[in-house]
T-cell receptor
Framework: DVKVTQSSRYLVKRTGEKVFLECVQDMDHENMFWYRQDPGLGLRLIYFSYDVKMKEKGDIPEGYSVSREKKERFSLILESASTNQTSMYLC????????????FGPGTRLTVL | AQSVTQLDSQVPVFEEAPVELRCNYSSSVSVYLFWYVQYPNQGLQLLLKYLSGSTLVKGINGFEAEFNKSQTSFHLRKPSVHISDTAEYFCAVTQGLGFQKLVFGTGTRLLVSP
């Protein structure tokens, strides 16, 4: 079974803190994604990585950065958390060939106070 | 850029009734289409996908969807729903070179009551 795990299910941080969200996949997938999910807005792509150390901005990259030092791990970084970054964050992975499905982790619900 | 429209934000239905969740996408060029389901407090799980071939696609849990190129639609159907089908459903379409990225609709919450 493909498994995508995220480091925390729930996280509470204070405004201005640096926040790290970690995602690990065990299927040797080339592609990894970070989305945020907000009611009424669906899933919006923050960043996409298609290889180690390679990244591409998604639709809403402002206020976020990413790191992919190893193939299986993709980190999302909030340099200085703000209250408008309170959201559900979903990580996904997919193989690079064909239009294969994306496999999702369980999500991290982040609250910034 | 691609866009996906799910017009119904919420669909209430009684148990054992049929249901249709609507999805329309913007582009008429070749696309791949997906339906995902999200149960409460969980990530997304693939229900079904259309890549090519037969326009009627069958998925898990008795769901099916029909790809209609002329209408640019990919509606999801189930002939008889269960309480356990209560969840949020997302339609998605590929975007970009190599079809690596997905664009998601805003989701439809299916509420099944006894």
């Amino acid at each position: 079974d493909v498994k995508v795990t995220q480091s925390s299910r729930y996280l509470v941080k204070r405004t201005g803190e640096k926040v790290f969200l970690e995602c690990v996949q065990d299927m040797d997938h080339e592609n990894m994604f970070w989305y945020r999910q907000d009611p009424g807005l669906g899933l919006r792509l923050i960043y996409f990585s298609y290889d180690v150390k390679m990244k591409e901005k998604g639709d809403i990259p402002e206020g976020y950065s990413v790191s992919r030092e190893k193939k299986e791990r993709f980190s999302l970084i909030l340099e200085s958390a703000s209250t408008n970054q309170t959201s559900m964050y979903l990580c996904a992975s997919s193989p690079s060939t064909g239009a294969n499905e994306q496999f999702f982790g369980p999500g991290t619900r982040l609250t910034v106070l | 850029a691609q866009s996906v429209t799910q017009l119904d934000s919420q669909v209430p239905v009684f148990e054992e009734a049929p249901v249709e969740l609507r999805c329309n996408y913007s582009s008429s060029v070749s696309v791949y289409l997906f339906w995902y389901v999200q149960y409460p407090n969980q990530g997304l799980q693939l229900l079904l996908k259309y890549l090519s071939g037969s326009t009627l696609v069958k998925g898990i849990n008795g769901f099916e969807a029909e790809f209609n190129k002329s209408q640019t639609s990919f509606h999801l159907r189930k002939p008889s729903v269960h309480i356990s089908d209560t969840a949020e459903y997302f339609c998605a379409v590929t975007q970009g070179l190599g079809f690596q990225k997905l664009v998601f609709g805003t989701g439809t919450r299916l509420l099944v009551s006894p």
